[in-house]
């Protein structure tokens, strides 16, 4: 069983209301990126130096349960999430066929090696055979993560995630943050340091 950090949390859903001829803020936010998400092919790309920080463009999420959940590893271990309770962590959704995945991919597990002793850093894949995923991972250099395997999508419907890549924020306090799209690595750095000092 691995258990690298612990951290607790509940991905709560907010609810929204539709005005009458009125299109809700989280709606439109959405369609616009599913939008998005069918015109790039894989998933929305920031570039990372252009957009803004992290946290501006994070949707936010309050957890209670968030890493309560068990997951099968691409090593065949089993992750019990709860054990992170207390401790930040990053989740890094990602596809074994997406390219701005496989770009990005160097640079998360630099980035995950940098903050080791503070932010555990858990790759979430899923949209593939479990083969591919290997394959991506040895090809990438991310085998210093824990890659969490999530072959029937429950994961990634659990933070509300519909594209890859991604990243979901988990606080030591339970907090959740989502990002969708492709961080560049100051912006993946940041975010993670601002994580990490609570």
């Known amino acids: ?18 005005r009458r001829g009125r299109w809700s803020p989280p709606l439109l936010g959405l369609v616009a990126t599913v939008v998005l998400v069918a015109a790039t092919g894989c998933g929305a790309d920031t570039g990372g130096n252009g957009g803004g920080d992290a946290a501006s463009q994070a949707g936010s999420a309050v ?14 271990e089993t992750l019990d999430a709860a054990q992170l309770a207390g401790t930040p962590v990053v989740l890094w959704f990602w596809a074994p066929w997406c390219t701005v995945c496989r770009a990005e991919a160097p640079e998360v597990a630099a980035i995950g090696a940098e903050f080791e002793d503070s932010v555990t850093f858990v790759g979430v894949p899923g949209l593939g055979k479990v083969e591919d995923m290997k394959d991506f991972v040895d090809a990438t250099g991310t085998d210093g993560l824990t890659h969490a395997v999530d072959s029937d999508g429950s994961l990634w419907q659990r933070f509300g995630i519909i594209s ?35």
Not at 1 to 18: C, F, I, K, S
Not at 63 to 76: K, V
């Open 164 to 198: 890859q890549p991604a990243f979901a924020f988990v606080s030591a306090d339970g907090s959740v943050e989502t990002f969708s799209g492709s961080l560049g690595a100051d912006d993946l750095r940041q975010a993670t340091e601002d994580l990490a000092a609570g």
């Open 63 to 76: 957890a209670q349960d968030a890493l309560s959940f068990e997951a099968q590893t691409l090593t065949g």
């Open 1 to 18: 069983m691995v258990a690298p950090r612990r951290t607790t949390g509940r991905v709560g859903r907010r609810q929204t209301t539709r």
